[in-house]
């Protein structure tokens, strides 16, 4: 996908939400030079040699607590459009790169910052990871049955969704503002902001009367046709058939349908009774029986799929979301664009472009120092 072709982004290399952002920029057509740490990487370090989210990027490593790594990153910035960069609040600036530095050098620069806290606030300083920011900003509240600890989606709620793809969004509004007026932009996403952001449906449901702020009580994780089953061979299966054309299908489907138990749908007594019936019912088959009974029907069940086994589906297969390359299981670029096929980068290992971006930037004329690919 080209849709970002010409945009030029210098990404401080980090864990987790940052390379994310830079690889979904890149997955769009963006230039992206990911400034990679120097030597020997700490022991149990996320930013391995060859790392999936630097797809589409090329790698530099450079000493950014040197004057000539300061030096080779100003450089790049000067004809950048945008910067990424994931460190505590104060630690770009204390490396002689924070953005009013960035932007002296490059008025039109959008500074893209991402935090667990944010730039500001009490915990502006305190670490953390994606559990503790989603817990905070109340996202984490409802991941669970009721009696049970919450568990968060790996990365998920928090890394991705409430801190890359914000970020992403704020760059992407900073860089169109950039363009109509010249004037760059400190862009601050944070996850917390992000995660909390998104709990809009779940406050307007609250305000419907339709979500208890008490685990166990709500639609979503009590009643008996919004919920995750166990099968007979141990995989699982989800149900969701909330409208009633669809609830009326499923139970028709489950020979249930004229059961005096599932004669009322919304009635909340009946749920743990309803709820118990149909895990007795799940169980009786194999998730791959189920999927086969279901499958392409308006009942609104599926199987619940490892990443190895979504690759596999029919509906992966021909849509094309997963490649393997090198032996590495991927995800293709989204969103799609009609009539333009995503073409996923390469992953480079670290620093593999180094010795290339230093020298065209040696050559490059005044004023123009972003080396061509």
């Known amino acids: 996908m080209s849709k970002l072709s010409g945009t030029k982004v210098v990404e401080i290399a980090g864990i987790g939400p940052g390379p994310f952002c830079a690889m979904t920029l890149a997955d769009l057509g963006a230039d992206v030079i990911v400034v990679e740490r120097a030597g020997t990487l ?25 004057a000539e790594g300061r030096d080779t990153v100003l450089r790049l910035i000067e004809g950048a459009d945008a910067l990424i960069e994931g460190m505590r609040p104060g630690v770009m600036e204390r490396l002689g790169l924070g953005p009013d530095v960035c932007l002296a050098r490059n008025p039109r ?23 503790n920011y989603i817990s905070l900003s109340g996202a984490l509240h409802y991941a669970s049955p009721a009696g049970q600890p919450p568990v968060a989606p790996f990365s998920l709620v928090g890394d991705v969704a409430g801190g890359s793809l914000y970020l992403v969004i704020g760059l992407l509004s900073g860089l169109l503002e950039a363009r109509a007026t010249g004037k760059g932009c400190v862009v601050d996403a944070a996850i917390t902001d992000g995660s909390a952001h998104m709990l809009a449906l779940v406050l307007n449901g609250k305000k419907a009367g339709r979500i208890s702020d008490a685990r166990g009580e709500s639609l979503h994780d009590a009643s008996h046709f919004y919920n995750t089953y166990r099968c007979a061979d141990g995989g ?35 749920w743990p009774a309803q709820r118990e019936r149909l895990q007795k019912v799940f169980a009786s088959r194999s998730r791959a029986a189920w999927q086969a009974l279901f499958e392409g029907s308006d009942a609104c069940i599926a199987p619940v799929l490892s ?12 849509r094309g979301n997963y490649f393997e390359r090198d032996g590495y299981l991927q995800a293709m670029p989204a969103p799609r664009f009609d009539g333009e096929p995503a073409t996923p980068g390469a992953i480079p290992h670290r620093g593999q472009h180094t010795q290339a971006v230093l020298a065209a930037l040696k050559e490059a004329r005044a004023g123009s120092p972003w080396p061509r690919g």
């Open 236 to 270: 699982f299966v989800t149900v969701a058939p909330v409208e009633p054309q669809f609830y009326r299908l499923m139970l028709q489907m489950l020979g249930l349908a004229d059961e005096p138990l599932f004669a009322t749908q919304w009635d909340r007594t009946q």
């Open 307 to 318: 990443p190895e086994e979504a690759a596999r589906h029919s509906h992966n297969v021909a």
């Open 109 to 131: 620069l959008v500074y893209g910052r991402l935090t667990g806290w944010g730039q500001t606030g009490p915990l502006a300083q305190a670490a953390g990871h994606d559990a």
């Open 42 to 66: 700490p022991e149990g370090s996320l930013n391995a040699d060859v790392a999936l989210t630097n797809r589409g990027k090329r790698s530099v490593s450079v000493d950014l607590k040197s």
